[in-house]
């Protein structure tokens, strides 16, 4: 595909790198994005006649003798990128491969800071016609050479070696890169080391001693010598202050557990590379095997790379007065950055994030829960509870940083990611766990509908600051009236399970009262109204504090992609939509055609060119659900990706349009839902009745297919259950580890079932 900035990063490390092609350079650092500084990074070969050709991440080729490889260009796996380029005066093609090896619920092997290198170099057959100068030789040599501000650099023994102080204070990504040396007046520094290690012995140290060449064999495509090398990564110090059971404490990166120097990773990876490549190259070709459209691909492929490049894992570092109890053991700390914000774990983006938790890593969203429950605080109107939008900014994770409260948002957001989770998985201890806070957070919705109309009018401000008033802040808007009433169900269900039977009735009557009322007046024949309360009199902009100065909303009426925000995680635990289905459907169909604009739907018909994509996606995995057919949009969502990674532009993965500045942001990683909605794939773990365990596969039969089910798959014994559609319209489950229903299929005798068919 064309040349773009690509981002590749580590789970929880920090280590991240990020392509600048257009630049020529690539930003880097041990502690990765809005953290990095610009590295030129030399990498190519060298031609009979001494002239040097390199990819476009070096000014190298602004010098006499150096050339950029003709054709640049580069193909993206979910775990890999691999960066092409032709020598067409001799007919040599030139590859460079970086790979960081991911394998889900495998913690040594996704928290190493480092990558995989590989370079290979093979024969042409023919260039566009171009006449040769020379034919291809036997080998070529090869060469990597860096170039970073403020750093120590050298090579010696097969190693290049760099050292480099990283000031702990997030770069605005508009601005060009201040020099450390600045930066470093202004704030704490820690140190950072790297190792870039060859694997293939007998390399010889650059003229500019910073780099490292190697004669290479040039052979077939396919076979033939690589040059492996392993760059790897490493702080020591702390980088994270958060705060802990009230008190205030500092985190190093959870890597250091098992790896105390950057020496120390570097063997590491070279002694494991060829068992942890062969396990990352599983998970890879284990989801291409199913069949979304390049587009839906390439989305799924970048935004998960942005995603790791966003995530801290961390283990607090006790205080000498913590002598005994909680507070003297280290305590484990998961957050993830909401890209270019720099907000720890704000809950309405890990709210659409939890898809990756729920395909791959549940655990990782447990522990975020607890978290988020030390940072809410006591409602005293309502005797309830309200969580609190993020756990900090940059580097501070000790408070809520955010600029104005979201509440109804928020508690709806926890209630529906505990019980989600807990059904998913069957976690009775931590529904048990949050069983007093769930309560009070549904107090506080409760409370939230003061004129009992089935809508809140109190706390309705949303992160949406770049949306129409109607859709930010009015009161009774109708996606936090199902959201509300979508959460309430779920903590119905907790109190259930629980015999709190009194609550479990409160929230289930007022579940059944509010969504009839909501029906009554949200729907406007082909679709749901944005507000039912049109008015602006006396409405804030809950940013600025200013009254607007308009009398009606404009919009309130209008189309919108936001009406079943609150309905897709309930699906995924087998739970029907609150509304009714046909006017869901209709909802969503129209909704898609009246707000679309060039990149995806707008926030609503009113705005149509002012999309959020993980939004869009969101809705494209609820309307599977709903069994809605239709072309793909995906390719919308990834136009906006080239256009805004592409010449002057490198932001990433991008949210949004030029209305918002979302950008290396993480919510992306929702593109883990296509794994999960195109199957249908339900869970419960925890199904009412004698039933127990209720897991349901659902896929569309137009044409054969392969989905892997990662939810379902037992990773360290490598055994992952695929839903295989077949030629004939037939489902079947390999290597079944959980009894599925297949929906729509026969049972043994040949009889029809109405609907399932148990297997396994």
């Not at 809005?34 to 590295?39: A, M, R, S």
């Not at 957070?441 to 939230?448: C, E, F, N, Q």
């Not at 089910?709 to 559609?725: E, F, N, R, S, T």
Request: charge should be negative.
């Amino acid at each position: 595909m064309q040349l773009m900035s690509w981002m590749i990063g580590r789970l929880g490390s920090r280590f991240g790198l990020m392509f600048e092609p257009y630049e020529r350079r690539v930003m880097h650092s041990a502690l990765g994005r809005f953290l990095d500084q610009p590295l030129d990074l030399a990498v190519g070969l060298i031609e009979p006649d001494g002239r040097q050709r390199v990819l476009p991440f070096t000014k190298d080729n602004d010098n006499d003798g150096v050339d950029q490889f003709a054709n640049c260009e580069q193909f993206d796996r979910i775990n890999s990128t691999t960066f092409r380029g032709y020598s067409e005066r001799y007919g040599l093609r030139f590859e460079m491969n970086i790979h960081s090896v991911f394998y889900p619920q495998n913690e040594r092997l996704c928290v190493m800071p480092a990558f995989y290198l590989e370079m290979r170099v093979n024969p042409l057959r023919r260039f566009r016609l171009v006449k040769r100068v020379g034919e291809a030789p036997g080998k070529v040599k090869l060469f990597i050479r860096l170039r970073r501000p403020e750093t120590e650099l050298s090579a010696s023994d097969n190693t290049i070696r760099m050292a480099y102080d990283i000031p702990l204070k997030p770069a605005d990504p508009w601005e060009r890169p201040r020099p450390v040396s600045e930066l470093a007046k202004e704030v704490p520094t820690v140190h950072a080391e790297d190792r870039i290690v060859s694997l293939n012995p007998g390399c010889e140290v650059t003229p500019c001693g910073q780099g490292l060449t190697l004669d290479l064999p040039v052979t077939r495509s396919g076979s033939g010598t690589k040059w492996r090398l392993v760059w790897a990564s490493h702080v020591a110090e702390p980088v994270l202050t958060v705060k802990r059971e009230g008190e205030i404490h500092q985190a190093k990166l959870r890597y250091n557990q098992h790896w105390p120097d950057v020496d120390a990773v570097a063997q590491e990876a070279i002694k494991t590379r060829d068992e942890r490549l062969a396990l990352s190259r599983r998970f890879e070709k284990l989801l291409e095997q199913a069949p979304l459209d390049a587009s839906q691909r390439h989305l799924n492929n970048q935004s998960f790379q942005n995603f790791l490049c966003n995530t801290f894992w961390c283990d607090t570092i006790p205080s000498p007065e913590a002598t005994e109890g909680l507070l003297s053991e280290p305590l484990e700390w998961f957050s993830v950055w909401d890209g270019s914000p720099t907000y720890h774990s704000a809950l309405d983006v890990e709210y659409n994030n939890s898809l990756f938790y729920l395909a791959v890593w549940p655990r990782l969203l447990k522990v975020q829960l607890r978290q988020w429950v030390e940072r809410s605080e006591p409602h005293e109107p309502s005797g309830g509870r309200v969580m609190r939008h993020d756990l900090g900014v940059g580097m501070t994770a000790t408070d809520s940083a955010y600029d104005h409260r979201m509440p109804v948002e928020e508690n709806a957001n926890f209630l529906l990611l505990l019980e989600t989770l807990v059904r998913w998985t069957g976690d009775k201890q931590t529904a048990s766990a949050y069983l007093d806070v769930a309560w009070e957070l549904a107090r506080y919705l409760i409370w939230t509908d003061r004129d009992a109309s089935g809508f809140p009018t109190e706390g309705v401000a949303n992160a949406m600051v770049d949306a129409a008033a109607a859709m930010q802040y009015a009161r009774k808007q109708t996606y936090l009236a199902v959201k509300r009433v979508a959460a309430l169900r779920a903590a119905a269900g907790m109190f259930r399970r629980s015999l709190e039977l009194d609550k479990a009735r409160e929230c289930e009557q007022l579940v059944e009262r509010d969504t009839r009322k909501i029906e009554e007046a949200a729907w406007l024949g082909d679709h749901y109204a944005v507000a039912v309360d049109k008015s602006a009199v006396e409405l804030t902009d809950p940013v600025t504090g200013e009254p607007l100065e308009i009398d009606e909303l404009p919009g309130w009426d209008a189309y919108s992609i936001y009406t079943a925000n609150g309905l897709l995680l309930p699906e995924l635990i087998g739970q029907p939509p609150l509304l009714d289905r046909d006017r869901l459907t209709r909802d969503v169909y129209r909704s898609n055609r009246e707000c679309n604009g060039r990149y995806g739907d707008g926030h609503s018909s009113l705005e149509p060119n002012n999309p959020r994509i993980s939004q869009n996606i969101w809705r494209d995995l609820l309307a599977r659900y709903l069994r809605l057919g239709g072309e793909s949009s995906a390719q919308q969502y990834w136009d906006l990706q080239v256009m805004s990674n592409t010449h002057s532009q490198s932001l990433g993965y991008t949210d949004t349009y030029i209305h918002n500045r979302l950008h290396n942001y993480p919510r992306g990683v929702v593109t883990m839902g296509y794994y999960l909605a195109t199957p249908r794939l339900m869970i419960d773990r925890l199904a009412p009745g004698a039933v127990g365990t209720y897991i349901t596969v659902d896929p569309d039969r137009h044409t054969p297919q392969r989905w892997p089910l990662l939810p379902l798959a037992d990773w360290q014994a490598g055994k992952i259950p695929v839903c295989v559609v077949q030629g004939d319209g037939r489902v079947l489950i390999e290597a079944i580890t959980d009894p599925v229903v297949i929906q729509g299929e026969e049972n043994e005798s040949g009889g029809a079932i109405p609907g399932t068919q148990l297997i396994g």
